[in-house]
Antibody, heavy 116, light 108 residues
Framework: QVQLQESGPGLVKPSETLSLTCSVSGGSISTYYWSWIRQTPGKGLEWIGY???????NYNPSLKGRVTMSVDTSKNQISLTLNPVTAADTAVYYCATGRGAYFDFWGQGILVTVSS | EIVLAQSPGSLSLSPGERATLSCRAS???????LAWYQQKPGQAPRLLIY???SRATGIPDRFSGSGSGTDFTLTISRLEAEDFAVYYCQQYGSSPITFGQGTRLEIK
């Protein structure tokens, strides 16, 4: 059973960089595509993008230019950076994965607030 | 981008009743690559259905999915207390992956 755990700062200042890490246990990071998804009361669930261990990446065009994902196979971790951020990036951020481009496994989510 | 419109926005039913939730896509969903999720407060979404009609591991058979093209349905045959939650559809046939805005299922 794959388990995911997001970590990172809960507060980020506007125009700065949001950096999150997803730690993977119970499964090989080279097996699945790994996605980041965020959720806000206003926009609902928004897929940010996915990355495969080989480096294959697909970002949501709505965030392109601001988002970067990477994989560290030695640490079994996936990372997300978003720069620069605004108040509109305040959300619960999830990492998620599955056998297809649907999501069997989710982290518990981390609330990131963008505020000065 | 495929826009998914879920209806109704909220649904009030009693335990034991049947729930029918709709998800309509702005264009045809490739190969019925549509999934349904259940989300309870403070929790991550939980996969119920993938491929429009295949139940995920451990999902009770009172949950069923159907549809193709642009019209999809999630049916809960006999509601139990733990089924009252928010339900989302998701399409993964075209990039970007998109989600519907959700249907809130409330106890009457």
């Amino acid at each position: 059973q794959v388990q995911l755990q997001e970590s990172g700062p809960g507060l980020v200042k506007p125009s700065e960089t949001l950096s999150l890490t997803c730690s993977v246990s119970g499964g090989s990071i080279s097996t699945y595509y790994w996605s980041w998804i965020r959720q806000t009361p206003g926009k609902g669930l928004e897929w940010i993008g996915y990355i495969y261990y080989s480096g294959s990446i697909n970002y949501n065009p709505s965030l392109k230019g601001r988002v970067t994902m990477s994989v560290d196979t030695s640490k079994n971790q996936i990372s997300l950076t978003l720069n620069p951020v605004t108040a509109a990036d305040t959300a619960v951020y999830y990492c998620a994965t599955g056998r297809g481009a649907y999501f069997d496994f989710w982290g518990q989510g981390i609330l990131v607030t963008v505020s000065s | 981008e495929i826009v998914l419109a879920q209806s109704p926005g909220s649904l009030s039913l009693s335990p034991g009743e049947r729930a029918t939730l709709s998800c309509r896509a702005s264009q045809s969903v490739t190969s019925s690559y549509l999934a349904w999720y259940q989300q309870k407060p403070g929790q991550a979404p939980r996969l119920l259905i993938y491929g429009a009609s295949s139940r995920a591991t451990g999902i009770p058979d009172r949950f069923s999915g159907s549809g193709s093209g642009t019209d999809f349905t999630l049916t809960i045959s006999r509601l139990e207390a733990e089924d009252f939650a928010v339900y989302y559809c998701q399409q993964y046939g075209s990039s970007p992956i998109t989600f519907g805005q959700g249907t809130r299922l409330e106890i009457k």
